[in-house]
């Protein structure tokens, strides 16, 4: 699990029949050090009724065993799903 910023939409003219309720949207993790940069790569997450959209803090689930039951089906072919929106990110930075 990690926390990712919504950066953007994915739109799809055909998708797996198992996939058909739920939103895809592209997220970015949240720098652990500093809220308010992101790092990585974006990633395609499925949202299936959280509601989210671009600019959230969401919590992201990634791996596929966890997002097929947060989508509540066994055969979707799905890693990373969107499990919550974040409402608040609160960080403290330990001296190393």
């Known amino acids: 699990m990690y926390i990712?910023?919504?950066?953007?939409?994915?739109?799809?003219t055909r998708k797996h029949p198992g996939l058909k309720n739920a939103t895809m949207l592209l997220v970015k993790a949240v720098n652990s050090l500093d809220k308010d940069k992101l790092t990585g790569e974006a990633t395609l997450a499925l949202d299936a009724g959280q509601g989210a959209g671009p600019g959230d803090t969401v919590l992201i689930v990634d791996e596929g065993g966890s997002a097929r039951k947060i989508l509540k089906n066994s055969k979707a072919p799905v890693r990373t799903v969107i499990a919550g929106i974040v409402d608040k990110v609160h960080i403290t930075a330990k001296d190393k």
């Open 4 to 12: 990712a910023k919504v950066v953007g939409n994915v739109w799809a």
